[in-house]
């Protein structure tokens, strides 16, 4: 790919068009902007994307709020005594509702202030420099908006999965949680990856009944397995229910309810009594697949992967060399993080020098906003073992604050090294905050920090973080 700046060229309506403006898509057009490319973003939807309106911002909110019945109760342990709290399920989905509004607006004044041009609809693409808009009010029958570009960028995101089992149709995506009406009191989240185990968390601390349903014989499949079978425990200890290689047989909807059924994982769905359950609601909260569907790929000969990705190279660019595409959409991580720096490099690359270093997927640091926390940067123990002989540094403890709390929650973290380079290859933790402590220490790790270095940090006392840079004794080899 050539890395010379691209003049902008009056032969098309804009230099770049935009199809989704999520996060990493509002950020391509914004810094193309401010390097002078005239830029479209095609948008039928909230502004912000998955993240902003059905992910990352609602669902952390959501996690604040799922904390603060524990705390009043672990105040007691402190000296505090009030009332028991009640929750006002309509009073917590107004607030986050105006705030996810506010976020709207703001991406939009963003997109103004930097002089892109928004256009509201859904974008098909009809050759390799041509997009068709269809309007969000208009009929199928009403004539698209035609917009050509020197280069598109496709930024669409994902979407949920669907689960397919009898009585499907009755179940609610991760989308349709923040506005359930009524709080359901009895609530079975079925998958095993985080945005299950996130909102299993979430909603057992907003005082539902929560079973969490997989039929894998572990939840969060990727993560180191110790950090897993930790977290499990704990999710256990909050009162979730977790039924592990187990499928959902049908779902059938009653007066009172809805009544669930499972069955053994790879079984002939037959279920013994016990695997009946009586629920208020049922979340399909399997996985987000890319948004593909209705973007005219076939006219420009762009066939998604296996998995329904778009395929790149290694700068972003599709087989077809005007066409880009970033995020979700393109499956290397669907973390809102990572689609921000996709977009960077590629503005980098067609209207920079493009000198920005490619994104190292390696050493992405990510959280899980369990109840408790997961925070984890780098290699698992079972993937650094593949590759090398490791040291395996680890602790649980109870933290401080449960010394007096009454909670019997506790921490883990954990340091894989490289035996003969005295690398760190991955810190993981589990436990409150555990984001905002690894988030420092993949620092660290872009800049190969070794096991010694962090021996000789002198840690702040009386922290949970203290603890990387305290473990001395070798766990396991």
Known sequence: MSATPMTPTT??????????????GVRAARFA?????????????????????????????????AHYAESFEQSHGFGWEAPTPR??????????????????????GLLRGAGVRLVRGWGRLIDAHTVAVRSVDGGEEDPPQIHT?????????????????AGAEHALSSDDMFDLD?????????????????FASIFQGLGAQVTLVHRGSRLLRGF??????????????????????????????????????????????????????????????????????????????IVPNARGCVPVDGSYQTVVPSIHAIGDLVGHMALTPVALAEAMVLVDRLFGNGTRPPIDYALIPTAVFTHPNIGTVGLSEEAARERAPVRIYRSDFKALQH????????????????????????????????????????????AGVTKAQLDRTIGIHPTVAEEFVTMREVSRR
């Not at 929750?87 to 939009?108: F, M, Q």
């Open 11 to 24: 032969d098309f309506d804009c230099d770049l068009l935009v199809i989704g403006a999520g996060s990493g």
């Open 33 to 65: 902007a401010q390097r002078g490319a005239r830029v479209i973003v095609v948008e039928g939807s909230a502004l912000g994307g998955t993240c902003v309106n059905v992910g990352c911002i609602p669902k952390k909110l959501y996690s604040y709020a």
């Open 87 to 108: 929750l006002d399920w309509a009073v917590l989905k107004a607030r986050r509702a105006a705030e996810i509004t506010r976020l709207n607006g703001i991406y939009e």
């Open 149 to 165: 570009a020197r280069h598109i960028l496709l930024a669409t995101g994902g979407g949920p999965q669907r689960v397919h089992h």
């Open 182 to 198: 009524p709080f359901p009191r009895r609530l079975v989240v079925v998958g095993g990856g985080y945005i299950a185990c996130e």
């Open 224 to 301: 180191d397995t110790e950090v897993v079978d930790f977290v499990t425990a704990e999710m256990r200890k909050k009162g979730i229910v977790i039924r592990l290689d187990a499928t959902v047989a049908d779902v059938e909807l009653e007066a009172g309810g809805q009544t669930l059924r499972l069955a053994r994982a790879g079984g002939s769905g037959e279920a013994d009594q016990d695997t009946t359950i009586e629920v208020d609601a049922v979340l399909h909260a399997t996985g987000r697949t890319p948004r593909t569907a209705g973007l005219g790929l076939e006219a420009v000969g």
């Open 403 to 446: 010394t007096l709390s009454g909670s019997s929650e506790r921490t883990l973290v954990k340091i894989v090294v490289d035996d003969e380079s005295d690398r760190v290859l991955g810190m993981h933790m589990v436990g409150a905050d555990a984001g905002e402590v690894i988030q420092g220490f993949a620092v660290a790790l872009q």
